[in-house]
């Protein structure tokens, strides 16, 4: 079994987006680093020298076409990391989380990488989610 230790931990960012009764998830399609058919938030690698919340705001527009302004964001409270597996083998990923109270733009996808959608909070356990996702949300309905 693996340890935090043995690999480098990949900082991760994402957002949670509500409309209504639904939260905005992605399906990650078969040129994702996810395994396909999987769903999360819209999320990703902190890049070096980049805040966690400009993270979110980044992969927020790259993955569904939605935009947000710092201001807009309100940070979900909680340490949370998990192991993922990826194509590429098993790794420990941390996520730093941001509930989105504003936003424009129309959702659309990042072609073979992310599919955007709208999914009713109360059918969540209807999808094959990354760990910790459905957690996060609750966690944000709650603010």
């Not at 078969?30 to 980044?58: F, H, M």
């Not at 201001?71 to 941001?98: M, Q, S």
């Not at 209807?126 to 459905?134: A, S």
Request: net charge negative.
């Amino acid at each position: 079994m693996q340890s935090k230790n043995d690999l480098k931990i990949i900082e991760t960012s994402g957002a949670v987006v509500f409309n209504g009764g639904n939260v905005l998830l992605v399906r990650h399609e078969k040129d994702s680093r996810q395994e396909l058919g999987v769903y999360g938030l819209p999320a990703g690698r902190i890049e070096e020298g980049e805040r966690a919340i400009d993270t979110a705001l980044r992969e927020l527009f790259e993955e569904t076409g939605l935009i947000a302004k710092i201001e807009d964001l309100e940070e979900i409270p909680g340490e949370r990391g998990a192991w993922i597996e990826l194509k590429d083998g098993r790794h420990y990923c941390t996520f730093n989380v941001y509930l989105v109270r504003r936003w424009t733009g129309e959702l659309r996808g990042e072609e073979d990488r992310v599919t955007p959608f709208w999914v009713p909070i109360e059918k969540l356990s209807e999808y094959n989610m990354l760990p910790n996702v459905h957690e996060v949300i609750l966690s944000a309905k709650s603010l």
